[in-house]
């Protein structure tokens, strides 16, 4: 089992700057990446930055240049700093954390971000 602790939402201004944390523990050594999602009312779930351990990382078309994902060295936490929010930008954000044991992701609980002035 892993468990997943997301913090750091919160409200911005647009143009402004916030930084995620994901914290993963349990048994961290079968996890294989870790990402960010977000969530809006009436849509789909979207990939907006994922993390593998050798340290591959893809991101959305819509944030990139802007967002930027990064881990701590004992590789289970890892950081979304989101730069030039914008609007669309709020969502809650759900942190993934893929494991070599399952199929399907650990999610964290979500935090809500808010880009509005």
């Known amino acids: 089992q892993v468990q997943v602790v997301e913090s750091g939402g919160g409200l911005v201004q647009p143009g402004g700057s916030l930084r995620l944390s994901c914290a993963a523990s349990?048994?961290?050594?079968?996890?294989?990446?870790m990402g960010w999602y977000r969530q809006t009312p009436g849509k789909q779930r979207e990939l907006v930055a994922r993390?593998?351990?050798?340290?591959?990382?893809n991101y959305a078309d819509s944030v990139k240049g802007r967002f930027t994902i990064s881990r701590a060295d004992a590789k289970n936490t890892v950081y979304l700093q989101m730069n030039s929010l914008i609007p669309e930008d709020t969502a809650v954000y759900l942190c993934?954390?893929?494991?070599?044991?399952?199929?399907?992701?650990?999610w964290g609980q979500g935090t809500q971000v808010t880009v509005s002035s």
């Open positions: 993934s954390v893929d494991s070599i044991l399952r199929s399907n992701p650990y």
């Open positions: 349990g048994s961290i050594v079968s996890i294989s990446a």
């Open positions: 993390i593998t351990v050798g340290g591959r990382t």
